[in-house]
């Protein structure tokens, strides 16, 4: 954030393309249907992501009789890292006997693990997913999550803030601490950049956890 | 859970103690302990230690004793209870009455504890039970394809499953009930006829209440002075003996005590002999169940009672409640953090932070400065980022007896500028010696003033340091000199070399003590005060700059010695 424009913009022929916004985006990852794929700035996609764009709502027919522009299929916010190998897919179901896409949204601060699939409905900011897990369908994940690697969350799973996550099936197995996510004014600034092909300061770089017996999770 | 390399570790309540006023409160026993440790390194490889090591992010700190504060010396106050799965707030009269279960619709999965979905039912007819036209809506879980269609439940609507899943359970188990009614009256075929289900748990629970209940309502005291032969060695003859010989003032406390009671001896009554018919056919019912059809530890201890043997038997699992919950200091009482008690929101009223009061220190080899941190495993071919891949250092293999540099950053989140030593034990306690250096142990960091600042006189001296290209000559480690320096942030090189392999972690402990002046954030509000009050304010704090000093262990993990 503090930091100055960038004054030398990579060279075209870099592995990483920049956009205006500050996107860091793979020339090797696999994006399909770019006019449904938003991203928020200082994003970073790493080599061999899979954003699956094209599979996005249908537009609906409007009142007047015009066709709605097409709904975005994949959001994503600022500062989120997708590590190498992930699939994004956004979540679909069946209804009324049609097939139907549904929007996915990832917040600020994400960062995902290499080789997760997702495809939840909603991923909140300050969230740090693993490598290889899986998201189910329709699972939303809320603000401040971790989720430890391996960790399989089912379809429809709802997530509360502030905890960890982990196993196949997924489950609460700890709670987070309270300066997870950037306490406040002292966290950032000065570091140089961990990432590859970003500088994401505001990303807390892998802060630990401790785990709680008596947080009424369910056994595990 | 294994940290990644590198890690830094705060020590809390070990006995060093930054100001002494903490001390002095506490009791006099653990005084002689306290001087003991008091100049002792602090060993990250002891017992103790273990319990008072913490990443920086969950330490809290309190304001007025002026020190961290760990799970081990703040307190915690439950500010409201919530279900993870549907993200409602329970009253706690609710959590009182009903226990900590969410009474909505939320449940889990009896055999894998993910949570389950209420689905609707395309075509319900053979499976409805008789009477129930409407059925319509099942439980079934996304992840192992268990649904409650396995154990015959299903639903009329998609809300208040709880109260039909209670109102099902019932009606099963009366139904049961009848069927051994039915059964113990015509008694001529006990025991050649396969034997009829053991009443269930609840059944005998509540048989077992009331027939406590009558039993100590009608149990009288017993008239000591009638004697019955048959009771000769009962207890009340021998109160009656006892009484006969005790002296006048002892015998008013004896007849105060309890008559003995009579226990239940039948199923009626809550006792469930075990019979061998009845065992006979569970070990059938199991031999013929398989190991498939049988339950687990795991998946028996969360069922509400757990001698559910049979798969079969399984009742989904209601969602166990969470809590949001205050944090207050043991020693003053003061609070530290307390969130907002609507889980919706994911802010705090109050929050003091320990990262917002205690500097940051972070440490990476200094091979690897300039590359990614190793939590970003890069799977990017050689020929695209040729710096990247090549100069990725290895924490996990560190060499024994060769000297590594370490880049050591402290951050500093406070307003004012900070003086830091730096102490660490030339060698390493543990069995792996390895020796420590700090090349600069006393340096300043800067204030944490406006991020603006820093953008705005970003100057060529600032840049030039940090764009260090791999390519160019290195810049050498000097002994004294600050390696580099930011806004609220100073870098000094760290030389460790390693120990010959005893343990395989190296772990540096690190003692921090930083001083800075200080001044009260309200002092002109406070000279005021003194101005215009005179005695009245006898209490207003020490105004003007003072010194503070703040001290505290740290232990850094730098990596594992390889072939460890």
């Given at each position: 954030?503090?930091?100055?424009?960038?004054?030398?913009?990579?060279?075209?022929?870099?592995?990483?393309?920049?956009?205006?916004?500050?996107?860091?985006?793979?020339?090797?990852?696999?994006?399909?249907?770019?006019?449904?794929?938003?991203?928020?700035?200082?994003?970073?996609?790493?080599?061999?992501?899979?954003?699956?764009?094209?599979?996005?709502?249908?537009?609906?027919?409007?009142?007047?009789?015009?066709?709605?522009?097409?709904?975005?299929?994949?959001?994503?916010?600022?500062?989120?890292?997708?590590?190498?190998?992930?699939?994004?897919?956004?979540?679909?179901?069946?209804?009324?006997?049609?097939?139907?896409?549904?929007?996915?949204?990832?917040?600020?601060?994400?960062?995902?693990?290499?080789?997760?699939?997702?495809?939840?409905?909603?991923?909140?900011?300050?969230?740090?997913?693993?490598?290889?897990?899986?998201?189910?369908?329709?699972?939303?994940?809320?603000?401040?999550?971790?989720?430890?690697?391996?960790?399989?969350?089912?379809?429809?799973?709802?997530?509360?803030?502030?905890?960890?996550?982990?196993?196949?099936?997924?489950?609460?197995?700890?709670?987070?601490?309270?300066?997870?996510?950037?306490?406040?004014?002292?966290?950032?600034?000065?570091?140089?950049?961990?990432?590859?092909?970003?500088?994401?300061?505001?990303?807390?770089?892998?802060?630990?956890?401790?785990?709680?017996?008596?947080?009424?999770?369910?056994?595990? | 859970?294994?940290?990644?390399?590198?890690?830094?570790?705060?020590?809390?309540?070990?006995?060093?103690?930054?100001?002494?006023?903490?001390?002095?409160?506490?009791?006099?026993?653990?005084?002689?302990?306290?001087?003991?440790?008091?100049?002792?390194?602090?060993?990250?490889?002891?017992?103790?230690?273990?319990?008072?090591?913490?990443?920086?992010?969950?330490?809290?700190?309190?304001?007025?004793?002026?020190?961290?504060?760990?799970?081990?010396?703040?307190?915690?106050?439950?500010?409201?209870?919530?279900?993870?799965?549907?993200?409602?707030?329970?009253?706690?009269?609710?959590?009182?009455?009903?226990?900590?279960?969410?009474?909505?619709?939320?449940?889990?999965?009896?055999?894998?504890?993910?949570?389950?979905?209420?689905?609707?039912?395309?075509?319900?007819?053979?499976?409805?039970?008789?009477?129930?036209?409407?059925?319509?809506?099942?439980?079934?879980?996304?992840?192992?394809?268990?649904?409650?269609?396995?154990?015959?439940?299903?639903?009329?609507?998609?809300?208040?499953?709880?109260?039909?899943?209670?109102?099902?359970?019932?009606?099963?188990?009366?139904?049961?009930?009848?069927?051994?009614?039915?059964?113990?009256?015509?008694?001529?075929?006990?025991?050649?006829?396969?034997?009829?289900?053991?009443?269930?748990?609840?059944?005998?629970?509540?048989?077992?209440?009331?027939?406590?209940?009558?039993?100590?309502?009608?149990?009288?005291?017993?008239?000591?002075?009638?004697?019955?032969?048959?009771?000769?060695?009962?207890?009340?003859?021998?109160?009656?003996?006892?009484?006969?010989?005790?002296?006048?003032?002892?015998?008013?406390?004896?007849?105060?005590?309890?008559?003995?009671?009579?226990?239940?001896?039948?199923?009626?009554?809550?006792?469930?002999?075990?019979?061998?018919?009845?065992?006979?056919?569970?070990?059938?019912?199991?031999?013929?169940?398989?190991?498939?059809?049988?339950?687990?530890?795991?998946?028996?201890?969360?069922?509400?009672?757990?001698?559910?043997?049979?798969?079969?038997?399984?009742?989904?699992?209601?969602?166990?409640?969470?809590?949001?919950?205050?944090?207050?200091?043991?020693?003053?009482?003061?609070?530290?953090?307390?969130?907002?008690?609507?889980?919706?929101?994911?802010?705090?009223?109050?929050?003091?932070?320990?990262?917002?009061?205690?500097?940051?220190?972070?440490?990476?080899?200094?091979?690897?400065?300039?590359?990614?941190?190793?939590?970003?495993p890069i799977t990017v071919s050689s020929t695209a980022s040729s710096s990247t891949t090549a100069s990725r250092f290895e924490y996990e293999s560190l060499r024994p007896g060769v000297m590594t540099q370490y880049l050591l950053t402290l951050h500093n989140p406070l307003f004012e500028p900070i003086r830091v030593t730096l102490g660490t034990p030339a060698v390493t306690p543990g069995n792996l010696a390895s020796r420590?250096?700090?090349?600069?142990?006393?340096?300043?960091?800067?204030?944490?003033?406006?991020?603006?600042?820093?953008?705005?006189?970003?100057?060529?001296?600032?840049?030039?340091?940090?764009?260090?290209?791999?390519?160019?000559?290195?810049?050498?480690?000097?002994?004294?000199?600050?390696?580099?320096?930011?806004?609220?942030?100073?870098?000094?090189?760290?030389?460790?070399?390693?120990?010959?392999?005893?343990?395989?972690?190296?772990?540096?402990?690190?003692?921090?003590?930083?001083?800075?002046?200080?001044?009260?954030?309200?002092?002109?509000?406070?000279?005021?005060?003194?101005?215009?009050?005179?005695?009245?304010?006898?209490?207003?704090?020490?105004?003007?700059?003072?010194?503070?000093?703040?001290?505290?262990?740290?232990?850094?993990?730098?990596?594992?010695?390889?072939?460890?």
């Amino acid at each position: 954030m503090s930091r100055p424009a960038a004054a030398s913009r990579k060279s075209a022929k870099g592995e990483y393309i920049e956009t205006d916004t500050g996107n860091k985006i793979s020339r090797r990852a696999q994006i399909t249907g770019t006019a449904n794929i938003t991203l928020g700035g200082k994003t970073v996609i790493q080599s061999d992501v899979v954003l699956r764009g094209d599979l996005h709502r249908l537009p609906q027919r409007k009142e007047d009789g015009t066709m709605e522009r097409t709904p975005t299929a994949i959001s994503i916010g600022r500062y989120t890292v997708i590590s190498s190998g992930c699939v994004l897919r956004p979540p679909g179901r069946n209804s009324g006997g049609t097939w139907r896409y549904y929007g996915m949204k990832v917040g600020d601060n994400v960062f995902i693990g290499p080789n997760t699939t997702l495809s939840s409905a909603s991923i909140s900011s300050h969230v740090h997913i693993g490598a290889s897990c899986t998201l189910g369908n329709f699972s939303i994940i809320n603000s401040n999550v971790k989720i430890l690697p391996g960790t399989v969350v089912p379809a429809l799973m709802v997530v509360p803030p502030g905890v960890v996550l982990g196993g196949q099936p997924a489950r609460i197995v700890g709670e987070l601490g309270e300066g997870w996510g950037g306490g406040g004014n002292g966290v950032g600034g000065g570091e140089e950049a961990w990432v590859e092909g970003g500088e994401l300061r505001e990303l807390q770089t892998m802060p630990a956890f401790v785990v709680r017996e008596d947080t009424g999770g369910p056994n595990v | 859970m294994a940290q990644q390399f590198p890690y830094t570790y705060y020590a809390c309540c070990v006995n060093i103690s930054s100001s002494s006023s903490i001390a002095q409160k506490r009791s006099s026993r653990v005084a002689t302990a306290h001087e003991e440790d008091e100049d002792r390194t602090f060993d990250p490889r002891s017992p103790r230690a273990n319990y008072s090591l913490y990443p920086l992010e969950h330490l809290l700190y309190c304001d007025d004793c002026q020190q961290i504060r760990c799970p081990r010396c703040y307190t915690e106050e439950i500010v409201a209870w919530y279900c993870p799965s549907c993200l409602f707030d329970v009253p706690n009269t609710q959590v009182r009455t009903e226990g900590n279960r969410c009474q909505r619709n939320c449940y889990n999965c009896p055999i894998c504890t993910s949570p389950l979905q209420v689905n609707p039912l395309e075509h319900s007819s053979h499976l409805a039970p008789e009477g129930s036209s409407g059925a319509s809506y099942f439980l079934g879980c996304p992840y192992c394809n268990w649904s409650s269609l396995d154990i015959g439940v299903e639903f009329a609507k998609h809300t208040g499953i709880t109260a039909q899943l209670a109102k099902l359970k019932s009606a099963r188990q009366s139904q049961a009930k009848k069927e051994r009614h039915e059964r113990a009256e015509n008694k001529d075929i006990k025991d050649t006829d396969p034997p009829n289900a053991p009443p269930t748990h609840d059944d005998l629970f509540t048989n077992l209440r009331s027939f406590y209940k009558d039993t100590l309502s009608s149990t009288n005291p017993v008239n000591p002075l009638s004697f019955d032969p048959t009771l000769y060695n009962s207890p009340p003859s021998v109160t009656r003996l006892m009484n006969l010989y005790a002296p006048p003032s002892a015998k008013r406390a004896k007849a105060a005590k309890p008559t003995p009671m009579r226990e239940a001896h039948s199923p009626s009554e809550g006792f469930l002999p075990l019979s061998p018919t009845t065992e006979d056919a569970t070990i059938a019912r199991m031999a013929q169940a398989g190991w498939d059809g049988l339950t687990s530890t795991a998946q028996r201890v969360q069922q509400q009672h757990p001698t559910t043997k049979f798969v079969d038997d399984l009742w989904p699992v209601q969602t166990r409640l969470l809590t949001r919950r205050a944090k207050r200091c043991a020693t003053c009482r003061h609070i530290l953090t307390k969130p907002d008690s609507k889980i919706s929101s994911t802010r705090y009223r109050i929050r003091i932070l320990a990262l917002d009061k205690i500097p940051r220190l972070s440490i990476r080899a200094l091979a690897a400065h300039n590359t990614p941190h190793p939590s970003f495993p890069i799977t990017v071919s050689s020929t695209a980022s040729s710096s990247t891949t090549a100069s990725r250092f290895e924490y996990e293999s560190l060499r024994p007896g060769v000297m590594t540099q370490y880049l050591l950053t402290l951050h500093n989140p406070l307003f004012e500028p900070i003086r830091v030593t730096l102490g660490t034990p030339a060698v390493t306690p543990g069995n792996l010696a390895s020796r420590v250096t700090v090349l600069c142990p006393q340096f300043e960091v800067g204030a944490n003033t406006d991020v603006w600042d820093e953008a705005l006189n970003s100057s060529a001296a600032l840049s030039s340091k940090s764009k260090t290209q791999p390519g160019d000559a290195p810049i050498q480690a000097e002994a004294g000199k600050v390696w580099e320096r930011g806004r609220n942030w100073t870098s000094v090189v760290v030389e460790i070399v390693p120990g010959f392999p005893g343990d395989t972690v190296v772990e540096v402990p690190v003692f921090v003590r930083l001083e800075y002046e200080y001044e009260h954030p309200d002092a002109a509000v406070f000279e005021k005060m003194r101005e215009e009050g005179g005695a009245k304010v006898l209490e207003v704090p020490e105004l003007g700059k003072q010194t503070r000093e703040v001290a505290f262990w740290t232990v850094l993990g730098v990596g594992k010695v390889a072939g460890g």
